[in-house]
């Protein structure tokens, strides 16, 4: 069977995001699953095969970082979407079956493509005790993603702080179920992105994720809120980086991107 490596939320390799996909006849043992993203050893790897004609999904999708599988994963289902119009595979919208329900993939003319995922819903919440001794600068504000995401928000000083940060990712791994997003406003919105951030994911297994889609899906409330604008362009700071725009409809969240095919080989194992 063949697997690609592909860097997603950009359009030049050793960009954005990279993620392992695999498309397959049917779902195999989950350790064998496990095992690949291991050995890939990216931030996820996305495994993929279709489903009859006539249901609610095209293709069911699953997601594994190098340490578990995880409910929801955007620069991956993008990564797949691109290897299926890449290939042949499917044409046009393609529905996935996941974890998090229905998603849907939807190339665009400009060659991106758009992933409808659901909103992550914000709660307030007061900042953890020793989460600033953690990340390394004093939090404005912290703001519950649901468990869709369960990730921490944690709304930053300025876009600096945002690029200096050397947190202890041990430490991080105490304050939520799966990690932390660090924001905080862009200094000059004339560079093409309204918002910044970083992501640290030490529950599983990932120090810091160079490009979050799934992180976007409340970062994109939480920002649309204090900007005032549906459509929105987010910067993640990592030292690949790379760029989501976004979309806020209620209860959906757009989240759209490019992606590079870097790496094509055989899986023998």
Known sequence: MRIRIVDAFTDRPFAGNPAGVVLLDAFPDDNW?????L???????????????GGEAD?????????????????ATLATAHVLHGTGAHEGPVRFATRSGVLIATPQQDGSITLDFPTAPLTPV??????????????????????????????????????????????????SARGI????????????????SRCFFPNVGI??????????????????ERLGRAELTGLQASPRSGRVRTELRGDRTLLSGRAVTVIEGELIA
């Open 33 to 37: 699953l496990q095992n690949v993203a």
């Open 39 to 53: 050995e890939v050893n990216h931030a996820e790897t996305a495994f993929a095969h279709r489903l009859p004609e």
């Open 59 to 75: 293709w069911a999708l699953r997601w594994f970082t190098p340490a578990t599988e995880v409910a929801m994963c955007g620069h």
């Open 126 to 175: 007061d900042v953890p005790d020793g989460v600033a001794q953690a990340l390394g600068t004093e939090p404005r504000a912290a703001f519950d993603t649901g468990p869709n995401v369960g990730d921490l928000i944690l709304e930053l000083a300025d876009e600096k702080t945002i690029h200096a940060l050397r947190p202890d990712h041990k430490a991080l791994a105490a304050y």
């Open 181 to 196: 997003i660090a924001t905080a406003r862009a200094e000059n919105p004339a560079l093409g992105y309204d918002f910044v």
């Open 207 to 224: 120090d810091e994720d160079p490009v979050t889609g799934s992180a976007h899906t409340a970062l994109a409330p939480f920002w649309s």
